[in-house]
């Protein structure tokens, strides 16, 4: 099985992607994937394109999917989901997490759902007037939920533009929709999940899918729209089913290559300190976490780059011994040359320190451990290095990195532009795993660039251009990247064009006593 590389979401009938917000917020909280939202034809931003026979749709959805991602439904999108991940032949599905869908959503023989007649009635009402139909489909959606009032609220403050015409040929097509089968037979891994209190989906068609060896979780005091009221929770099952898919594959692959990384910081050595403005404002930041109490003997600047923190350092801790240690010699060799402040030179990788057990009062690492993938190794290892009462202080970039650029670029392709590094509870996690205890804390900063070239060449000048493995290798056309421009300029900002990133402190120590 190959490793979960995208979330992709597919909203249900009468919405576009606005609803999924929520979720997205918590999701990007809990995982450090890129995500994606898929608009189906009639709704949204597709308003004016007409409804396509099963076989087209599914087709053209299948065609719009990234590989390897785990596809997320809600009700009509969920049923969409199992027959995308039935077809023959598809290789871009790893697994699928339906929400609120139902097998069949209008009752088959014995299989529950909504009653034929009710069914049709509701169908005649929505042609004589769409609007009133849609407001009592979105009671329909928030009855029974625990903040029902919060939620109906929310679903009628997003009044949409009807494409009457097309909407009617997305209902037909959910009424004829027939997973019974499917589930059964389904060749990828899937969570389905429920509310209990869902006025749309019975609970004994819940149980009838559990009855077909389905894995189904029921969400306490929700309706048919539980990724609204419970984001959060539902993020929590999200997470655990795509790191038990990812668990079930192969061994771990990195999405970066350490070499290549160090590559790309050496050849941006004598750039770096001209661009990057974010990384010494984070730096110093993190200094100033240090408590002035605190007098180690020897420390490592892990992830030294030009010698910047070792500079802060040294002035910070003027009698202890600095090593400066670096993935890349060519950084090395600049900060030698540059910042001559360490006492000795380091090449090595975080995950494994040629340092002897306890030896290291205070381990110091600005911008750099976010190329590490393996955690509880990398943890181990700070762990194993410092002394009794030494300490850690660590800022490292979380999912919401470039999060904008992202974004732009998934408007114009669905291949890897940007990296991807861990989430925040990735990080805390492996904290308390190793017995480190302290601080774990992240923030949101913000940088603005007058066109795409200046956030493009500021990257570059500081190394954190793409360096994924999966990254397409040799030059963008000039019409990509028009289309990214374009996407871009969308979310300009009066301030200029927003960049966003979000960085992890971690304030750690051996026995936490930091006075």
């Not at 959606?141 to 609220?153: F, P, T, W």
């Not at 192969?250 to 050849?267: I, W, Y």
């Not at 302290?438 to 251009?465: C, I, P, S, T, W």
């Amino acid at each position: 099985m190959s490793q979960v590389e995208n979330l992709v979401f597919l909203h249900g009938w009468g919405g576009d992607n606005g609803p999924w917000q929520p979720l997205l917020e918590a999701v990007r909280e809990q995982l450090g994937v890129p995500l994606r939202c898929i608009e189906l034809p009639g709704f949204g931003e597709r308003r004016d394109e007409p409804w396509q026979q099963q076989e087209v749709l599914l087709q053209q959805l299948y065609h719009a999917l990234p590989q390897n991602c785990v596809l997320v439904g809600h009700s009509l999108g969920g049923m969409l989901a199992v027959q995308l991940a039935s077809m023959r032949e598809q290789r871009k599905i790893c697994g699928i997490v339906t929400i609120s869908a139902n097998a069949c959503f209008v009752e088959q023989g014995d299989w529950p759902g909504m009653p034929q007649r009710t069914f049709e009635r509701f169908r005649i009402a929505f042609v004589q007037d769409p609007y009133a139909i849609w407001e009592r489909f979105c009671a329909l959606q928030s009855h029974g939920d625990n903040a029902m009032r919060a939620l109906l609220k929310h679903l009628k403050g997003r009044r949409p533009n009807i494409n009457a015409d097309t909407w009617l040929h997305a209902l037909d097509c959910l009424s004829r929709l027939d997973n019974r089968n499917l589930l059964q037979s389904l060749a990828v891994p899937a969570l389905h999940m429920f509310g209990k209190r869902d006025a749309l989906v019975p609970l004994a068609a819940v149980e009838e899918i559990q009855a077909t060896g389905a894995q189904v979780e029921i969400m306490e005091g929700c309706g048919h729209k539980p990724h609204m009221s419970q984001p959060h929770q539902v993020a929590k099952r999200l997470r655990h089913f795509v790191e038990n898919l990812s668990a079930a594959g192969t061994s771990l692959v990195e999405p970066f290559d350490k070499p290549a990384v160090a590559r790309s910081f050496g050849r941006a050595a004598s750039s770096y300190d001209s661009c990057a403005h974010l990384q010494r404002a984070v730096c110093r930041q993190l200094v100033k976490l240090a408590e002035r109490h605190w007098t180690p003997s020897n420390i490592v600047d892990l992830g030294s780059g030009t010698g910047f923190g070792s500079k802060l350092l040294r002035h910070h801790f003027p009698d202890a011994r600095i090593v400066a240690l670096d993935l890349s010699e060519d950084m090395l060799r600049f900060a030698r040359k540059e910042r001559p402040q360490a006492d000795a030179y380091i090449a090595a990788d975080a995950e494994q320190l040629p340092l002897a057990d306890g030896s290291v009062d205070l381990l110091f690492s600005s911008m750099a451990l976010q190329w590490c993938y393996r955690l509880p190794q990398l943890f181990a290892e700070l762990r194993r290095v410092l002394s009794p009462k030494g300490h850690c202080l660590v800022a490292t970039l979380g999912p919401g990195t470039l999060a904008e650029l992202r974004d732009s670029w998934a408007e114009v392709d669905s291949g890897v532009h940007v990296n991807r590094f861990l989430p925040l509870v990735n990080w805390r996690e492996a904290a308390t795993q190793s017995q480190l205890k302290g601080e774990v804390l992240d923030e949101q900063r913000l940088l603005y660039f007058d066109n795409l070239r200046q956030l493009m060449r500021e990257l570059k000048g500081v190394g954190a251009h793409n360096i994924n493995r999966a990254a397409e290798r040799g030059m963008t056309g000039r019409s990509k990247l028009r289309r990214l421009a374009e996407s871009y300029e969308a979310l300009r900002q009066p301030k200029g064009l927003p960049l966003s990133y979000e960085v992890i402190y971690m304030k750690l120590a051996q026995g936490f006593d930091q006075g």
